[in-house]
């Protein structure tokens, strides 16, 4: 069974920069695509950042600049660092497991992915 577990996030100051990080386990982690999704009070899930088997990085343009989506697969592991936070960026953080293997294609569904972690929130004070 596939185990998304997240960690890393907090409550900081508008500016300040935090990272989040994702251990996978219960699958051949390099194979697949991972994904960062967000899901804000009152608000629909959001898609954030992904980054396909091949290492190519995709980012919603609200995020373009400022986060940063990598992988490493000898530690079964996906970060997102993010700078210069900004308080619309407050929200529960998901990550994702792609739910095809070798797909580069750019994931921006939630269909595309198979297995979810349990979100951690990340606060953004103005």
């Known amino acids: 069974q596939v185990q998304l577990v997240e960690s890393g996030g907090g409550l900081v100051q508008a500016g300040e920069s935090l990272r989040l990080s994702c251990a996978v386990s219960g699958r051949t982690f390099f194979k697949y695509a991972m994904g960062w999704f967000r899901q804000a009070p009152g608000k629909e899930h959001e898609f954030v950042a992904t980054?396909?088997?091949?290492?190519?990085?995709y980012y919603a343009d609200s995020v373009k600049g400022r986060f940063t989506i990598s992988r490493d697969n000898a530690k079964n592991t996906v970060y997102l660092q993010m700078n210069s936070l900004k308080p619309e960026d407050t929200a529960v953080y998901y990550c994702?497991?792609?739910?095809?293997?070798?797909?580069?294609?750019?994931?921006?569904?939630?269909?595309?992915?198979?297995?979810w972690g349990q979100g951690t929130q990340v606060t953004v004070s103005s």
């Open positions: 994702a497991a792609g739910a095809y293997a070798y797909d580069d294609g750019p994931s921006y569904r939630e269909s595309a992915y198979a297995s």
């Open positions: 980054i396909p088997w091949s290492g190519r990085t």
